[in-house]
């Protein structure tokens, strides 16, 4: 799905004028990218290229829209647009990225003066009540009155400068949330800002209008009009969305660059793009903890192993996740991690519930099993220890075991 969307972008950078050299290189970085990969490994956050790959498909279709001369196909295409849109809602609240860009695509294609014009945003009108309607809803308190630890999503002045740092974060090899970013990042995104404008200024008109629409894609892509838990996001799989910002950017770069008469300046571009691939590359394996895992044989196996962890050590523990946090619309599942006294050191699965309470049950049968909560250690045997008892207990202990933000429980053998 990422090298899907990969290709959307590397497609949707040819129609807007950027050279097959320039859309490579952009495609190959976006692909790459720390926060990209975060969200393939990462089990759970599935919705991150789901959202993303929707968003690209609807910016296609909008440039064929406009790029289509007879109505049937521009109605055809404008339709499947607004569906792309439709699907990407129902993957994740990024979606209202969508407007933006579609807006900027058009941008570059016409002109300011095109766009401006009445009937020019009356074609906008769909995806503009869409976006509307559904910021509304994530918006709604009531939305969130149940999951604790997340809602309260509104406007804070100081996420414009997070904003601009996390454009430095975001080609950070490394994962890094944009609260722990040093000040530095902040002054040299402002200098990244500066050079951007001014390299625009001097360039194409059309170059002009891409490096414009990359930036303001990569800054809005993480501003607070898009719901999540922003202090953990930029250089991790909540950065997904903000890639392709930093994707037009570096095409729109590379286009300028690789067009140049010297030859000096097109190596020092091509050997700056792979040196930058070949350093995310490089990273990724070391950066991203969650791993691909079989869900049957190999969780089996890892139950198997934790068991006699616990029955041989009094230091075994098995660490239980909460309903992930991060997916507010999914509250059928939890997750199970397995530690031992050096900590955790296994896979972490994301599993129904009713499989999780089923584990559960056949884990009391097995050993005896103490739950923190109410700040002490409280037995549980196989009539109350499931996903619920454990929930009530993270949620009222603020996490006794923790695993970023999630709510989790240790379970241990007493």
């Known amino acids: 799905l990422h090298a899907a969307c990969a290709c959307l972008l590397f497609s949707l950078l040819r129609r807007v004028g950027v050279g097959i050299a320039g859309a490579l290189a952009g495609s190959c970085v976006f692909a790459v990218l720390h926060a990209p990969l975060a969200a393939v490994a990462w089990i759970s956050a599935a919705s991150g290229p789901l959202v993303v790959f929707f968003v690209l498909l609807s910016g296609v279709c909008w440039q064929r829209y406009l790029e289509s001369e007879r109505s049937s196909a521009r109605s055809a295409w404008y339709v499947a647009a607004l569906l792309a849109l439709v699907c990407a809602a129902a993957s994740k609240e990024d979606c209202v990225l969508a407007g933006p860009l579609l807006f900027g695509l058009h941008v570059v294609r016409d002109g300011w003066r095109a766009v401006l014009r009445p009937r020019g945003l009356l074609r906008y009108t769909p995806f503009a009540l869409f976006g509307a309607v559904y910021l509304a809803f994530v918006f709604d308190p009531a939305v969130w009155a149940d999951r604790p630890g997340v809602g309260q999503y509104s406007f804070r002045f100081e996420m414009v400068p997070k904003a601009v740092t996390n454009l430095v974060v975001l080609f950070w090899p490394r994962h890094m949330t944009i609260g722990a970013a040093p000040r530095w990042m902040l002054f040299v995104g402002i200098a990244l800002l500066l050079v951007i404008v001014g390299a625009a200024r001097n360039?194409?008109?059309?170059?002009?209008?891409?490096?414009?629409?990359?930036?303001?894609?990569?800054?809005?892509?993480?501003?607070?009009?898009?719901?999540?838990?922003?202090?953990?996001?930029?250089?991790?799989?909540?950065?997904?969305?903000?890639?392709?910002?930093?994707?037009?950017?570096?095409?729109?770069?590379?286009?300028?660059?690789?067009?140049?008469r010297s030859t000096s300046l097109r190596v020092a571009a091509l050997c700056a793009i792979a040196a930058g691939c070949a350093l995310h590359a490089l990273s990724v394996r070391s950066t991203i903890a969650w791993r691909f895992v079989d869900a049957s044989s190999d969780y089996r196996a890892l139950v198997d192993a934790t068991l006699s962890c616990l029955d041989a050590s009094e230091s075994g523990s098995v660490l239980f996740v909460a309903p992930p946090v991060w997916n507010a619309l999914d509250h059928e599942r939890g997750a199970l991690a397995f530690a031992n006294g050096r900590g955790i050191d296994s896979e972490r699965f994301e599993l129904p519930l009713e499989e999780i309470d089923a584990r559960l049950g056949a884990l009391s049968s097995r050993a005896e099993v103490v739950v923190w909560e109410d700040d002490r250690w409280v037995r549980a045997d196989a009539s109350t220890l499931d996903h619920e008892m454990l929930r009530r207990a993270a949620d009222a202990n603020a996490v006794h075991g923790h695993a970023g933000s999630v709510p989790a429980n240790w379970l241990r053998r007493p």
């Open 203 to 260: 360039g194409r008109e059309r170059w002009q209008r891409v490096l414009y629409l990359g930036l303001a894609v990569a800054l809005f892509g993480l501003l607070p009009v898009l719901p999540g838990p922003w202090e953990s996001a930029a250089a991790s799989r909540l950065g997904y969305p903000s890639a392709i910002g930093v994707g037009m950017i570096v095409a729109a770069f590379a286009q300028g660059a690789l067009a140049r």
